[in-house]
């Protein structure tokens, strides 16, 4: 690890600190790994502050002029390049309820491999959550670092949390334009997500019987836009036809507006 004129500071003690700043001009990284691969990650610009009032309530902010990461081994041949990059995160906690928010954008984004390669241009990504029970979220916490994601009691601790139910809004998840290996640059796609889980004591034993009853409890509200010339771009990159037997064009935009309630899906007002 190198870091050239890195500057830090911040208030509290190491072990529970009250505010953190950083500020690195050029920071580059290169991970020890077998004879045969190398990954390496760059950061120029970067900075960063981060408040921290208890354990779930926080402020973090990071932000970076450029990245790049790249890793090589005899078969993946990856490179990564990110411009002005940055991202938001406030946590707080209010009668026993979390909410936190999101927000996170890139001005340029590359990704290229042997195979492919994904250009974004403007990407933006704002989202919040709110109503999530501290205590179901820490139980969850808790045994996602004594057992391991994968581990059956993790599951049952992240199920906790649903049956607790909680609010998800993607106000914006949209990029201005894009390109998939040769397609050249096209405008992209602007969605915006709402998503409502109710809250079931009895959830954990329903599902035990029908996997399928947390889909009851779930309501969502979705409005997906594409640009026609992005749309159509997919279409010649798979079969579509269902999609295409729901879409509604407007003016140079293919919208699908989807909603599921009381375990239905419609698109665009039709039955799914």
């Known amino acids: 690890i190198v ?11 190491l072990v529970e600190p009250e505010s953190i700043q950083l500020h690195v001009k050029n920071a580059n990284v290169d991970f020890s790994l077998p004879e045969d691969a190398k990954m390496q990650l760059g950061l120029v610009n970067l900075e960063s502050s ?3 009032n208890t354990k779930n309530s926080f402020d973090l902010n990071y932000k970076a002029d450029k990245l790049h ?6 078969l993946t041949n990856i490179r990564v390049d990110v411009s002005e990059m940055m991202t938001t995160t406030d946590s707080s906690v209010n009668n026993a309820k979390l909410e936190t928010k999101i927000n996170a954008s890139m001005k340029h984004f590359e990704m290229h491999d042997a195979n492919s390669s994904l250009e974004l241009q403007n990407f933006s990504f ?14 969850f916490q808790k045994a996602s670092e004594q057992a391991g994601t994968s581990s059956q009691f993790t599951l049952l601790a992240s199920l906790g949390v ?7 809004h993607v106000h914006r998840l949209s990029t201005e334009k894009i390109a998939i290996k040769n397609s050249g640059l096209m405008d992209g796609f602007d969605h915006k997500i709402d998503i409502s889980v109710k809250a079931d004591d009895n959830l954990i034993q329903k599902m035990q019987m029908t996997p399928m009853a947390l889909v009851k409890n779930i309501d969502i509200s ?13 279409r ?7 999609a295409d037997s729901f879409a509604k064009r ?22 799914l």
Do not use: P
């Open 250 to 271: 407007m003016g140079d935009k293919v919208i699908f507006d989807i909603t599921l309630q009381e375990g239905k899906v419609k698109v665009n007002g039709q039955s």
């Open 50 to 52: 981060s408040t921290f």
């Open 126 to 139: 704002e989202m919040d959550a709110d109503d999530i029970d501290e205590a179901a979220y820490e139980a």
């Open 69 to 74: 990461f790249s890793f090589k081994d005899k």
């Open 236 to 242: 010649t990159q798979g079969n579509l036809s269902m």
């Open 3 to 13: 870091f050239e004129a890195a500057i830090f500071n911040g208030t509290g003690t």
């Open 162 to 168: 649903v049956a607790k139910g909680f609010n998800l």
């Open 222 to 234: 979705a409005n997906l836009q594409f640009a026609s010339v992005f749309y159509d771009y997919m």
